[in-house]
């Protein structure tokens, strides 16, 4: 066969030969790598092919040979196993903020970590379509644009929405910009979310990513280095229920002896509980929000608060609000 215009290329395009159509279950024979070959216009003679594998296997591919009637070789170890890409493709479907037009580009991309057999299996378990996402194209130009801004020491500044019952966006501020100090970026409640410091309000707020429009990185230096100092990206999580700010303040909950699997998985493992048998009490910080008092109304009398008294009075206030809500008739 004539050497073709693509020969220099000859061992990448056996490096893409052995990613995309070998794995354990499925070898090739010297025979069908040089058909493969021949589809790039590269000729290979079966010495020169013994020579190539072993180059590829000092580069660190991970190529084995099984010898039953005939003998084949395959690609033993991909970047990713199967079970991995299943969990990165699960993340990518479970996302609300990744939009189902990037989902799709981000499942096509991870495919091709894999044989073209499991890449199969990946597009059986793939059913983003329907699902719950985000409908906002900017949020990976928004994200890039926030890293950048960290890196860079700068503020960043940009519209802000909400959705009315109209199904349209409404602008925050009459649509006047907001100007952030970036600090860091946080994946919570199915969400991400940018954490940073408000100069205006003298103090640390967070935006949903997915409802910023607009954004730019400005020519001022960030504000709140002293507030950031020593922040704690867990903690801060566990304190602020449905990403919801709001004052700072240490409860204590006494709580029905079932809800400690809650209590422990929502304040970890170091939160501080007092056993009493039938119930027990714990205390933590938290950001006092209409998200916290629905979390502990959710689980009705198995869930009570103790202290401060007054956040305990808004929790019955709100109890008694939303019953005379459904009295009315």
């Not at 072993?54 to 005939?70: C, Q, S, Y």
């Not at 240490?250 to 009493?276: E, K, M, P, Q, Y």
Request: charged share 30%; net charge negative.
């Amino acid at each position: 066969m004539a050497k073709g215009s693509n020969q220099k290329l000859k061992l990448l395009y056996l490096w893409r030969i052995f990613n995309e159509l070998t794995d354990e279950s499925h070898g090739l024979t010297l025979a069908e790598i040089s058909e493969e070959l021949g589809k790039y216009e590269i000729s290979s003679e079966r010495k020169s092919l013994y020579d190539d594998i072993e180059m590829l296997k000092l580069f660190g591919m991970d190529i084995k040979v099984v010898r039953d009637r005939k003998v084949r070789y395959y690609l033993d170890s991909h970047t990713f196993e199967i079970a991995e890409l299943k969990l990165l493709v699960d993340a990518v479907e479970s996302s609300k903020f990744i939009t189902e037009k990037k989902s799709n580009s981000l499942i096509k991309k991870l495919e091709g970590f894999a044989s073209k057999y499991d890449a199969a299996k990946l597009r059986r378990q793939v059913l983003v379509s329907g699902r719950l996402k985000a409908e906002n194209e900017e949020i990976f130009c928004n994200v890039d644009m926030i890293h950048r801004a960290i890196a860079e020491n700068r503020k960043i500044c940009f519209r802000y929405f909400d959705w009315t019952a109209s199904k349209r966006r409404e602008l925050r501020r009459n649509g006047d910009f907001y100007k952030i100090s970036p600090w860091a970026l946080s994946w919570d409640d199915e969400n991400y979310y940018l954490i940073g410091y408000d100069s205006e309000a003298e103090c640390i707020k967070h935006f949903r990513v997915d409802k910023m429009i607009e954004l730019y990185m400005d020519k001022e230096k960030r504000d709140g280095a002293q507030s950031f100092s020593d922040f704690d990206m867990t903690v801060y999580r566990k304190q602020v229920f449905g990403m919801y700010g709001g004052e700072a303040c240490n409860v204590i909950i006494n709580c029905d002896a079932s809800l400690s699997g809650v209590v422990i998985d929502r304040f970890g493992r170091d939160v501080t509980i007092s056993d009493h048998g039938e119930t027990f009490t714990f205390s933590a910080k938290v950001m006092l929000s209409p998200n916290f008092y629905s979390w502990v109304l959710s689980f009705g009398g198995r869930m009570k608060i103790e202290s401060p008294p007054y956040v305990a009075e808004e929790v019955a206030k709100l109890a008694h609000e939303a019953l005379e809500r459904y009295n009315e008739n």
